[in-house]
């Protein structure tokens, strides 16, 4: 790697849903919250499997695995919590994480392909995807919708 490319670097946290890897922005990651009590009740938005409490705010929890991996989520280990932006506003959101997780810097390649995927890094021969909760949980929300 050049200077020039370490300059370009980011942190990334690296987390495991189910037997994939995937990153976010470190700067979108709040914190790493032990398996506490998820609340389930009823309700039809895609993705959310329920809530968490954290620091006296309640969480959404969006089980991301099946729409990522195609298969069911395995038992979980600990949440990500990130933020979520809408506009100038931003609140938090979990996601159920299966493994181990770890904060790397590298240098990233833009995708455009599939929609909730910003780019793709390489750590330890590995190509990673990095994830963009915003775009994730809108493209579930509209795939679900019925045709109008």
Known sequence: MSGTDT?????YVLLQIGERRFALPASEVSELAPPVRLH????????VSGIIVRRGRLVPVYD???LLTGKDSPTHQFYLVARRNF?????PA???VSGDSELVTADTVQVTSPAYVSGRL???????????LDRLVAFESRAAQPNS
Do not use: K, R, W, Y
């Open 7 to 11: 300059e370009n670097a980011q942190s």
């Open 40 to 47: 389930q009740f009823p309700h039809n938005s895609p993705l």
């Open 64 to 66: 991301v695995c099946p």
């Open 87 to 91: 506009g100038s506003a931003s609140e």
């Open 94 to 96: 979990a996601i159920p």
């Open 122 to 132: 390489t750590h330890g021969g590995e190509s990673i995807e990095v994830l963009d």
